[in-house]
């Protein structure tokens, strides 16, 4: 996300600090003690990986560690980026941090924003609907069990994040993709746009237990509480952001064909 956010904010004219080191280390967050910081847009975060007490430690304790220079510098609003998953009955270790992060920033006093989006998909993005948009242009079969996104353009969440730098309401928002489709959908969508001959192969739903026991390779490429979620086909509600933040959204045709013929 900060690789498509930072340029546009300086393109913008806006004078970025860019934080380099590890969230969980109190001296490199205190880094920015001495420095001028009028918002904290706060992007990091641990995704993957299968040590749970890793995504609490980065997740929560970073969160809470840079909230800590917060309540000293005394920015004038603080953005923090979740995830939609919060809401999902099948909770990750994830998704449990994040909820546990969010505690902590509307505990702390801070002006906030919490924004939580749905799966992203945008130019650049190796991972989630980008892995899949890889296989479309390079394998002449992709197999896939099918289930239901919402995905979110990320030049919409980019818009977004810029409004919400100069709101005043504390507030926690859900927001996700306008369309609903199948992953089916959107990769016969991609295969069209690249005009590839990919053939999409869906997969009979009982196969899902040897997806778990691949999940276990330490090259497969998504643990399994990453992937067991997607295949519940959970529809998660959404705020209406485009009334909110004044934006009109990315049709997803649209957002693939930047995505897709722009990388």
């Known amino acids: 996300m900060g690789q498509h956010l930072f340029p546009w904010l300086k393109t913008a004219g806006h004078d970025c600090l860019l934080f380099s080191g590890?969230?969980?280390?109190?001296a490199d967050v205190a880094k920015f003690r001495e420095e001028k910081v009028d918002i904290v847009i706060h992007l990091a975060a641990k995704v993957q990986g299968k040590d749970s007490r890793s995504f609490y430690e980065v997740n929560l304790g970073g969160t809470e560690n840079i909230l800590e220079i917060c309540r000293q510098i005394k920015p004038r609003r603080f953005i923090f980026l979740s995830t939609i998953r919060v809401l999902s009955p099948k909770q990750s270790p994830y998704?449990?941090?994040?909820?546990?992060?969010?505690?902590?920033?509307?505990?702390?006093?801070?002006?906030?924003?919490?924004?939580?989006?749905?799966?992203?998909y945008g130019q650049g993005n190796k991972k989630?609907?980008?892995?899949?948009?890889?296989?479309?242009?390079?394998w002449p079969i992709v197999p896939i069990?099918?289930?239901?996104?919402q995905p979110l353009f990320v030049g919409d969440l980019i818009e977004i994040i810029s409004r919400s730098m100069d709101s005043q309401i504390k507030q926690v928002i859900n927001i996700t993709g306008q369309e609903t489709v199948s992953?089916?959908?959107?990769?016969?969508?991609?295969k069209l746009l690249l005009n590839r001959q990919t053939y999409i192969l869906r997969l009979p739903k009982f196969l899902v237990?040897?997806?778990?026991?691949?999940?276990?390779?330490?090259y497969f490429p998504f643990p399994w509480w990453q992937i067991q979620p997607l295949l519940s086909n959970e529809i998660l509600p959404s705020d209406p952001w485009p009334d909110l933040f004044k934006i009109k959204p990315t049709k997803l045709d649209d957002g693939l064909k930047q995505t897709l013929l722009n990388p």
């Open 128 to 138: 989630n609907l980008g892995f899949f948009f890889a296989a479309v242009a390079r």
């Open 209 to 218: 237990g040897f997806l778990k026991l691949a999940s276990l390779c330490p």
């Open 95 to 120: 998704a449990l941090s994040k909820k546990a992060a969010e505690a902590a920033v509307i505990k702390s006093g801070a002006p906030y924003i919490i924004l939580r989006p749905s799966l992203l």
């Open 145 to 149: 069990f099918d289930f239901k996104i």
């Open 22 to 26: 590890d969230i969980r280390s109190k």
């Open 183 to 190: 992953l089916s959908n959107i990769l016969q969508r991609a």
